[in-house]
T-cell receptor, first 105, second 118 residues
């Protein structure tokens, strides 16, 4: 079946950029997604990218897609303490393990 | 934005009993809802796809007789964990797609239900 993988943890200092990486196996997806899960809350869609795009920028968020390598990344510029959460990449209905981002003040 | 609610948010039940979890789309209609199970430090696992007015489609390895899904209306899907056992303890999350959203296939997630079976 579909396999989506992420590293489990990432720590960055406030003000630095965060880069969260994800690899997936299904090459037929039309969209790929990034979700954010804050403690005690449901998942919220952060951004998504259409599969024929290489990059999408949305304010502090930049999504890069390397379709050949099946690699997706999420870059958060000027990371703030409020960005601390678990970030999931998703290939349609299949989710990665989530990366817990900790922002150090 | 679109809101999905789940009820209850937490439930504790005794082993052998059944528990029903509700998922509602509050301000949109959802022909399709999804049920996930989230394990600690692991990914969300898709359990089943719930289609309004028809039988749910279960993922491989998910017992349909144990996890009963009913999608009775365009705004409500229920998951019933039958004869619950401690290993069923988990965080169950539902999501829904708006029938109007024909572009991004965005899912709107509920806040989850923490089930503890004693």
């Amino acid at each position: 079946g579909e396999d989506v993988e992420q590293s489990l943890f990432l720590s960055v200092r406030e003000g630095d950029s965060s880069v969260i990486n994800c690899t997936y196996t299904d090459s037929s997806s039309t969209y790929l997604y990034w979700y954010k899960q804050e403690p005690g809350a449901g998942l919220q869609l952060l951004t998504y990218i259409f599969s024929n795009m290489d990059m999408k920028q949305d304010q502090r968020l930049t999504v890069l897609l390397n379709k050949k390598d099946k690699h997706l990344s999420l870059r958060i510029a000027d990371t703030q303490t409020g960005d601390s959460a678990i970030y999931f990449c998703a290939d349609n209905l299949f989710f990665g393990t989530g990366t817990r981002l900790t922002v150090i003040p | 934005g679109a809101v999905v609610s789940q009820h209850p948010s937490r439930v504790i039940c005794k082993s052998g009993t059944s528990v029903k979890i509700e998922c509602r789309s509050l301000d949109f209609q959802a022909t399709t809802m999804f049920w996930y199970r989230q394990f600690p430090k692991k990914s969300l696992m898709l359990m089943a796809t719930s289609n309004e007015g028809s039988k749910a489609t279960y993922e491989q390895g998910v017992e349909k007789d144990k996890f009963l899904i009913n999608h009775a209306s365009l705004t409500l899907s229920t998951l019933t964990v039958t004869s619950a056992h401690p290993e069923d303890s988990s965080f169950y999350i539902c999501s829904a797609r708006d029938v109007q959203d024909r572009g991004s296939y965005e899912q709107y997630f509920g806040p989850g239900t923490r089930l503890t079976v004693t």
